[in-house]
Nanobody
Framework: QVQLVESGGGLVQPGGSLRLSCAAS????????MGWYRQAPGKQRELVAS???????NYTDSVKGRFTISRDNAKNTIYLQMNSLKPEDTAGYYC???????WGQGNQVTVSS
């Protein structure tokens, strides 16, 4: 069955960095676009970043220049490098196989002093 296992969240001070990972199994990973979403309490889930099967990234405006999405097809893994973190980045972060109902379990990122 398809599994997406996330890691890398945690608590960080404003201005700090974190890297999230999402390891996929049970799918032909290299042919799928992938995405990172986030959901803060009381807010809708939003697409933060996506990456095509060919490695072309796209970002929501609020994270451009601060977040970087990447993929390693040899490891069936996508990453989200988050720099210059702000308190408003606090949310649960979820990876997804784009165009499917396959989601990771979620990973909490808290940005606070």
């Amino acid at each position: 069955q398809v599994q997406l296992v996330e890691s890398g969240g945690g608590l960080v001070q404003p201005g700090g960095s974190l890297r999230l990972s999402c390891a996929a199994s049970g799918i032909m990973f290299r042919i799928y676009a992938m995405g990172w979403y986030r959901q803060a309490p009381g807010k809708q889930r939003e697409l933060v970043a996506s990456i095509t099967s060919g490695g072309i990234p796209n970002y929501t405006d609020s994270v451009k220049g601060r977040f970087t999405i990447s993929r390693d097809n040899a490891k069936n893994t996508i990453y989200l490098q988050m720099n210059s973190l702000k308190p408003e980045d606090t949310a649960g972060y979820y990876c997804q196989v784009r165009g499917t109902s396959f989601w990771g379990q979620g990973n909490q990122v808290t940005v606070s002093s």
